[in-house]
């Protein structure tokens, strides 16, 4: 269950299999003299989904800040297909936990307006029917005229997700997506996140880092599973390998043994091994 250098189960991701996506290399992140995350070393590669799991404080938005060049390591670098990441860029877009609309906008003109910021390149035209695209996508499209006031939490959580589906990008960050969503929209939005993610070609997303406290979330959607240790001077515990095919069925997963010793293994370290006594 060590970190290996295998390949990802997404055909797209053959094409470069050498270089990383995301090549995360001796990083540190320092506050003053409070160290949050020390030595974190780890290669994402083409086509792979990551989600990364830990207990509250150990440094999992801090690393996902970094990826989306909205934080700078104290040491070490990350890069993207080899290039190190100086700040944000139209090739990673990022989903927060607070979803971070903007209220005074409606819906449509949440995604409209990322649009216009992450991919300048676009005409109005093509602005337009991607944006179309994105909140069809997510179910939106009766929805599109209303501010994020007037909606349902999933429903906020759904423009935050259509947004960043709309530009398209490579790499693809989600804090805590799904977080406090009913178990309901949760599946369907994870199914969703699936389908683009899986997709080739217009729309596709070539790579996912996901932060998430819920273990079931992270072996039904990842290829590998990234377990921090609790910080201050967080690392990496352990990287485990989710050796399930796709496309996964909910129900049947769970019955497996694979799903069941790697469900243990995760309870017994985030429970025991690396337990807190909040
Ligand atoms: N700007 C900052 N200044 C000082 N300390 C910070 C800053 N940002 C984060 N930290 C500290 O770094 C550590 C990691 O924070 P981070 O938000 O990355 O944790 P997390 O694993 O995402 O937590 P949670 O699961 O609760 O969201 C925490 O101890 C936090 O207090």
């Keep these: 269950m060590s970190e290996a250098h295998t390949l990802p189960q997404k055909a797209s991701a053959i094409a470069s299999p050498l270089t990383p996506a995301l090549g995360i290399q001796g990083v540190h992140r320092r506050y003053g003299s409070f160290v949050a995350l020390e030595d974190v070393n780890l290669d994402i590669w083409p086509g792979e989904f990551v989600s990364i799991i830990g207990h509250s404080g150990c440094g999992k938005s801090t690393l996902l800040n970094l990826i989306a060049g ?8 990350v890069q993207i297909l080899g290039r190190t990441i100086t700040g944000p860029g139209p090739d990673r877009s990022m989903v927060f936990q607070n979803y971070s609309l903007l209220p005074w906008l409606s819906v449509r003109q949440n995604v409209t307006e990322a649009l216009k910021a992450a991919r300048p390149d676009l005409g109005g035209a093509e602005r337009e029917t991607t944006t179309d695209h994105a909140l069809k996508t997510v179910g939106l499209w009766p929805h599109q005229h209303k501010r994020p006031s007037a909606l ?8 935050a997700i259509a947004r960043a589906f709309a530009v398209h990008p490579r790499v693809l960050l989600l804090d805590e997506p799904f977080g406090a969503l009913d178990a309901i929209t949760k599946g369907k939005l994870q199914d969703e996140l699936l389908g683009l993610w899986s997709a080739e070609g217009e729309g ?29 001077r967080a690392h990496i515990h352990e990287v485990l390998k989710v050796d399930l ?6 129900a049947a997963l769970v019955k497996s043994d694979t799903y069941q010793e790697l469900k243990a293994h995760m309870l017994h370290l985030l429970g025991t091994v690396l337990a807190t006594h909040h």
């Design 152 to 159: 349902s939490g999933g429903q906020r959580q759904r423009v």
């Design 70 to 77: 909205l934080d700078h390591p104290t040491d070490g670098q």
């Design 245 to 250: 095919p796709r496309p996964r069925d909910r």
């Design 204 to 232: 596709g997303i070539s790579n996912v880092v996901m932060v998430t406290h819920d273990i079931d979330e992270a072996i039904y959607l990842s290829d590998r599973i990234v377990v921090m240790s609790n910080g201050p």
